[in-house]
């Protein structure tokens, strides 16, 4: 009780009862922390949280992994604290918000699902404790159709041991792809529910109407969305949405066509997600959906070929408001999952960026926490990035993304190697910063001089603060999905105890075996040199490779490395995915020929050990005619010795041009067949039908592709060729002359490349060992055509399963991949390959005699650059900005110039070698002895890479006079 006496002769004694006195009671080993500060840390070390719970204020938590290093920033240039207690654990209790980004692979989409598990998952003390589960909820966006890939979240139903009960979880979809995304997810029985996503009217107040319209997502309005805003703030809270199509139906007749086909396009949407009628306003249901509850994982997954971007974050817009909306009596946690695919600076996410925002803003009020995961974070807008209180980062090699993060992260990192860290960062280990993480620490971060050092007798309880924490993330109880997990037991040792199972103890590894790299990290390692292919075999993790070169020097900082065993190898194993370029004549398509010989050319010792050949896909394109020019990649059917097989080779080519093809292609004889490129109607579903048609391929949409868009929504899964035909006749009478004739011709491509048989059978294309090119050189075929062809293409060859790996070549690429929107719907197929490369057993080479045609996000995502001779700055300035080797005091731009034909220089910074000393750890002044080699990554180096001969002829060679 406050006493407010005034009778103190110099001061009112009643003011300093509302002043905090923390230093009188303070004592030697505590920072000044409040009540506040240790309930809403949002990690923990060990030893804090024992701290905070002997204050009684810590009350559940996960266990989150094991700490293995502390550095401090700036003022003490990179210096480590010693780790007395290993344990991380997460603060389950409090609101937070997190980034956790990476490249696939790297441990990412394991930490978010562990993360999850500490939040749902209760009754097993081994990943902390839980006494009350929270709510959660997955935003999920893909490409959707057959190729949908589940939402990795939805692993938490299925746990690794009988002691332990899944996540309850609940999926979401777009009524149109219902079965389909039954089927995705069927491969968790009756763990996973699937429902189809519909709102009852009563739900949707006129914001929520506004989001599903997508209003506001474009800087120029149409004039339909005008009318709509002027009916909704007419009708303002009196807004049902009855009232409201009535008085729509009264304005339509202010529209024209294209205005109209607009509106009818949105407004098909719209009642796509309504409930029908019969349920509407049936007795079945007189209330509202219960999509949430504690301890379940409700996933809202939007992949549907008929979405765009704009329209599903518009519906999460309005799930993340319902989530808000409802009282569940518990905390709330929501993943923004992938958020690559759908969250940007650009207006089509502008709606949810601020519903996301105003979340996080709003956290500690709502219960909530918010998590976004994402390969990219230069998706991730910076006010989001400014906001969240936990930054995880998991490997990447992207200059671009690492700048982007840094300016908007706590931690100066100006002036140490954190990059190179990042870049060599195992899989599951991740730099982390929380600045607002409470443990022991051996001074207060800030009271050391920079000369002085940290003293470990000393501890005091303290935020992290500037500091980051290199973390490797505890084993799931639940399925991986992709890898297996240990399994746990449920025995009578302390909680304490139970914790170390799933926290790997690396120091019990002999010292004669112990590495700083995992078993993944050997399995998937792209590129090796001869020793450290050695040393993986010796621990049998790798099983098949190629020679892909002698290595001349290796570089580091512009120092030169000993080269000792110059053989360099390709694991033909692993997906991967790699840029090739450098001009005419400096051996790019060699290299890329090398590399297909690696993976098609079996039973031949001299360029490696190939025990399970791969099924080989080459994307050609040209100016057609007599003067064409066959791919080169054929060429491997044509061995260089009666003792090597050649790989079998099929060419598809377009039926206008079959004549001049199959004279092209005449030099090969018998080795090489060439067959008019067609498709079954049973093969082409809605999605393959939109990439023919060119649907999305301009940022103008004129009205006959709105009308296409409608009928093929209103087939959704019941789409036949027969089916779409039959509807388009109906509509065609209501279009013009001049909608009509764009229409025309576009079917009139689309029916060109239709199967005119009537067999009931789809060709069989594909198989293992064998080379498929598809050469789209057609004097009538324009680059839009064909890159929609080739996304068709990719999508029957990613669906068709052939039980070996699988490599795409995008060659050429200069010739018809690029930034303009006529290649978009191509590089996002591509996009989507490499981002899932290791869930679809996928190698994808980009052969091109410009770089600057590839996009900056393909060259962020390539795991390998091998770069031939070229002279242009620009293309060089393109290359630099989007790997992770510094040249930035070096002449490597010189090299590059001077660089021999069949000469490059190769980045691979998963690729695996012995080295002299462990990146970094060599002074300036200082020469890399080669008397101690340790295992590790490429990381930050770079090789230059003699490609070696090939064992099929060379078609490629240049032609002199003389």
């Known amino acids: 009780m406050l006493d407010c006496r005034n009778d103190h002769p110099r001061f009112d004694r009643c003011e300093l009862q509302l002043i905090d006195e923390d230093d009188a009671s303070s004592d030697e080993n505590t920072q000044t922390l409040g009540d506040h500060d240790l309930n809403t840390a949002p990690l923990f070390t060990r030893d804090g949280y024992l701290r905070a719970r002997q204050a009684g204020r810590a009350t559940q938590y996960g266990v989150f992994g094991k700490i293995k290093d502390i550095k401090l920033d700036l003022i003490y240039k990179g210096e480590s604290e010693k780790v007395d207690e290993p344990r991380l654990y997460l603060n389950t209790n409090a609101p937070f918000s ?45 490409e959707g159709g057959s190729n949908a890939l589940p939402s990795e979240a939805a692993w938490l139903s299925s746990s690794i041991s009988s002691n332990i009960a899944g996540a309850a979880v609940r999926v979401y979809v777009s009524r149109a792809s219902l079965q389909t995304m039954r089927g995705v997810y069927s491969r968790f029985g009756d763990r996973v529910v699937v429902e189809p996503l519909s709102f009852h009217s009563s739900e949707l107040d006129a914001a929520s109407f506004l989001s599903m319209m997508a209003v506001g997502s474009s800087d120029s309005a149409p004039l339909y969305m005008q009318i709509l805003l002027t009916i909704l703030r007419e009708l303002g809270e009196s807004f049902t949405f009855d009232k409201f199509t009535e008085r729509l139906e009264e304005s339509k007749r202010n529209f024209n066509p294209a205005q109209l086909a607009g509106l009818e396009q949105r407004m098909s949407l719209l009642k796509s997600f309504l409930e029908p009628v019969s349920l509407r306003y049936g007795l079945p249901r007189s209330t509202k959906p219960k999509r949430f509850c504690a301890g379940q994982l409700t996933i809202v997954d ?11 974050c518009g519906l999460f817009e309005i799930i993340v408001r319902l989530f808000v909306r409802d009282d569940l009596h518990t905390g709330k946690v929501i993943l923004v999952d992938e958020a ?158 139970c914790e170390w199972q799933l926290l790997d103890d690396d120091e019990r590894r002999s010292n004669e075996s112990k590495t700083d790299l995992d078993d ?58 790699a840029i090739v370029c450098g001009v005419q004549g400096s051996g790019k398509s060699h290299t890329v020929s090398v590399m297909l010989e690696n993976m098609l050319i079996s039973n031949f010792s001299a360029i ?51 004549r001049t093809m199959r004279r092209v292609y005449k030099r090969f004889g018998g080795r090489v067949v060439v067959e008019p490129l067609s498709f079954h109607s049973t093969e082409l579903d809605a999605s393959s039908f939109l990439s023919m048609m060119g649907i999305g391929s301009s940022d103008f949409t004129p009205l006959y592709m709105h009308i296409l868009l409608t009928i093929l929504r209103e087939l959704g899964e019941n ?15 209501k279009l013009k002359p001049p909608q009509l004739t764009g229409l025309e011709q576009r079917m009139s491509l689309l029916k060109s490349f239709l199967d005119p048989s009537s067999t009931s059978t789809k060709p069989k294309r594909f198989s293992a060992g064998q080379l498929t090119i598809i050469d789209l050189s057609d004097p009538f075929l324009d680059a839009a055509s064909a890159c929609g062809l080739f996304e068709i293409i990719l999508r029957s060859f990613v669906r068709e399963d052939l039980q070996t790996g699988k490599v795409i070549v995008v060659d050429e690429a200069h010739k018809y991949l690029s930034s303009e929107k006529s290649a978009s719907g191509l590089t996002k197929a591509l996009l989507s390959l490499i981002r899932q490369e290791r869930h679809l057993a996928m190698r994808v080479i980009i052969s091109t005699q410009e770089p600057t045609v590839v996009p900056p996000v393909l060259l962020d995502l390539c795991s390998v650059a091998i770069i ?8 060089w300035t393109h290359l630099i900005n989007h790997v992770p080797t510094d040249f930035s005091q070096n002449d490597a731009f010189d090299e590059v110039v001077r660089l021999q034909t069949g000469h490059a220089i190769v980045l691979a910074p998963s690729g695996i070698g012995f080295f002299a000393t462990s990146e970094g750890a060599i002074k300036p002044a200082e020469k890399a002895g080669s008397s101690h080699k340790v295992l590790a990554r490429f990381g930050r180096r770079y090789l230059i890479v003699k490609t070696r001969k090939r064992v099929t002829k060379d078609g490629g060679a240049s032609i002199l006079v003389v």
Not at 302 to 312: E, G, N, T, W
Not at 650 to 658: E, G, K, N, T
Not at 720 to 733: D, I, N, P, Y
Not at 868 to 875: G, K, N, V
């Open 520 to 577: 993944h990290d050997l399995n998937t390692a792209p590129l090796f040199t001869r020793d450290g292919y050695l040393h993986a075999q010796k621990a049998e993790r790798v099983t098949q490779y190629g020679v892909l070169g002698k290595v001349m020097d290796i570089r580091d900082r512009g120092r030169s490395e000993g080269v000792g065993e110059p053989r360099l190898y390709l694991n033909t194993n692993a997906p991967f995915s």
């Open 302 to 312: 939007l992949s549907d070929p008929f979405l765009d971007v704009a329209s599903a």
């Open 868 to 875: 031939h001779r070229f002279s242009s700055p620009t293309w």
């Open 608 to 658: 490696g050990s190939l025990s399970k050949p791969l099924a080989g896909l080459v994307l050609h394109y040209g100016e057609g005619g007599p003067n064409a020019l066959p791919s080169e990649a054929a060429w491997l059917s044509s061995p260089i010795s009666s003792n090597i097989i050649g790989a079998p080779v099929r060419v598809y080519v377009s039926h206008a041009s079959l």
């Open 98 to 142: 997190a980034i956790v980004c990476g490249v696939q692979g790297s441990g990412k989409s394991h930490t978010v699902s562990v993360m999850l598990e500490n939040m749902l998952i209760s009754n097993f003390s081994a990943i902390g404790s839980l006494s009350k589960p929270l709510a959660g909820l997955v935003l999920h966006y893909g």
């Open 719 to 733: 789409f036949t060729f027969a089916k779409f035909t039959e509807k388009l006749e109906e509509t065609k009478k």
């Open 340 to 497: 690559h695919k759908y969250l940007s600076s650009q207006k089509s996410a502008s709606g949810l960026t601020k519903a996301l925002l105003s979340l996080i803003r709003q956290q500690r009020h709502l219960a909530m926490r918010v998590i976004i995961s994402t390969q990219e974070p230069t998706v991730v807008p910076p006010v989001l990035l400014d906001l969240c209180s936990v930054a995880i980062i998991h490997r990447f090699s992207s200059p671009t993304w690492w700048s982007h993060l840094i300016n908007h992260v706590p931690t100066d990192f100006s002036q140490n190697d954190a990059f190179d860290e990042v870049v060599r960062l195992q899989t599951g280990h991740a730099i982390v910063l929380a600045p607002s993480g409470i443990g022991l620490f051996a001074t207060s971060e800030g009271a050391l001089k920079p000369e002085e050092k940290a003293d470990s007798s000393r501890k005091i309880l303290a935020r992290f603060g500037r500091r980051y924490l290199i973390v490797k993330t505890r084993k799931r109880v639940t399925e991986d999905g992709v890898t297996n997990n240990a399994s746990t037991s449920s025995d009578s040792s302390t909680d304490s105890e």
